[in-house]
C-alpha cells in the first residue's frame, strides 16, 4: 500500500470538509446578519402608534370644538333667558341657538366615533405589539442557536486547519502540487480515488490487473492510465 496515496486520500477528504465547514460558516454569518423579522417588526409597530396618535388627535380637536360650542350655547341661553334686549335680537339669538344645538348633535357623533376610532387604534397597537413579541422571540431563539452553531463550525474548522497544516508537512511537494492540480482540474474535485476490486473509483474502469499491482507497491504515486487521478489501493 502507498502510504503516500493514504496521505493525499486523508487530505482530500480533510479538504472536502473543510469546504463543507467554510460554507455553513457562510450561511450561519449571512442568517445573523439578516435582520429582516426585527426591522419589519419596528416598521409595523411604529405604522400602528402613528395611526393611534393620528386618531388621538383628531378626537382632542373634536371634544375641543364641542367644548367650546356648549360654552357659546350656555352663553346665548343665558342672555335668552334673561330676556334683556329688543324681541328681534332675541329672535336672532334663538336661531344662533338652534344651529349650534344641531351642530352639537353632529359633533357629539363625531366624537364618539372618535373615541371608538382610538380604541380600535390602541387594540391594534398592543395585538401588532403581542405578535411582533412572539416574533421577535423565535428570532432571538434562533439566533441564539444560529450563534452556537457558528462557535462549533469556527471550532471545527480550527481543529481541520490545524490538522491539514501536519498533513501537508508529511507530504513531499511534488506530490501535494500533482494533488493540487487534480483537484483543480477534476469537474468532481476528486485527485485520488480508491481502487476496488480492481476498479478506479473515479472513472469507474476496470484496470490491468498490472496496474493496479503497481498502485499497491509503488513507493511513489500511480496514477489511473484513463482517467488520470491518482489511485490508492486499500490495504486487505
Ligand atoms: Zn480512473
Request: aromatic share 4%.
Given at each position: 500500500m502507498s502510504q503516500r496515496s493514504q496521505q493525499l486520500l486523508e487530505l482530500q477528504r480533510l479538504d472536502a470538509e473543510i469546504g463543507q465547514l467554510t460554507r455553513r460558516l457562510q450561511q450561519a454569518e449571512a442568517a445573523l446578519g439578516d435582520r429582516l423579522q426585527q426591522r419589519a417588526a419596528a416598521y409595523a409597530i411604529q405604522q400602528a402608534e402613528a395611526a393611534l396618535q393620528a386618531r388621538q388627535r383628531e378626537q382632542r380637536e373634536q371634544?375641543?370644538?364641542l367644548a367650546t360650542l356648549e360654552a357659546?350655547?350656555?352663553e346665548h341661553e343665558a342672555r335668552l333667558y334673561s330676556?334683556?334686549?329688543n324681541p328681534r335680537d332675541l329672535q336672532v339669538l334663538q336661531g344662533d341657538i338652534e344651529r349650534d344645538r344641531q351642530r352639537r348633535g353632529a359633533l357629539e357623533e363625531?366624537?364618539?366615533?372618535s373615541m371608538d376610532a382610538s380604541e380600535s387604534a390602541r387594540k391594534e397597537v398592543a395585538r401588532i405589539k403581542g405578535a411582533t413579541e412572539r416574533v421577535l422571540g423565535v428570532a432571538a431563539t434562533r439566533q441564539e442557536q444560529l450563534g452556537g452553531e457558528r462557535a462549533q463550525l469556527q471550532?471545527?474548522?480550527e481543529r481541520d486547519t490545524a490538522r491539514r497544516v501536519q498533513l501537508v508537512d508529511a507530504v513531499d511537494a511534488t506530490s501535494?502540487?500533482?494533488y493540487d492540480r487534480l483537484r483543480q482540474r477534476m469537474p468532481d474535485g476528486m485527485a485520488v480515488v480508491t481502487v476496488i476490486q480492481?476498479?478506479?473509483e473515479?472513472?469507474?474502469t476496470t484496470l490491468p490487473s498490472a496496474e493496479v499491482q503497481r498502485a499497491r507497491s509503488a513507493t511513489g504515486l500511480v496514477s489511473c492510465s484513463v482517467c488520470g487521478r491518482i489511485l490508492h489501493v486499500p490495504s486487505g
Open positions: 371634544e375641543f370644538e357659546r350655547i350656555k330676556g334683556k334686549g363625531q366624537v364618539l366615533s471550532a471545527q474548522l501535494l502540487a500533482q480492481g476498479r478506479c473515479g472513472c469507474r
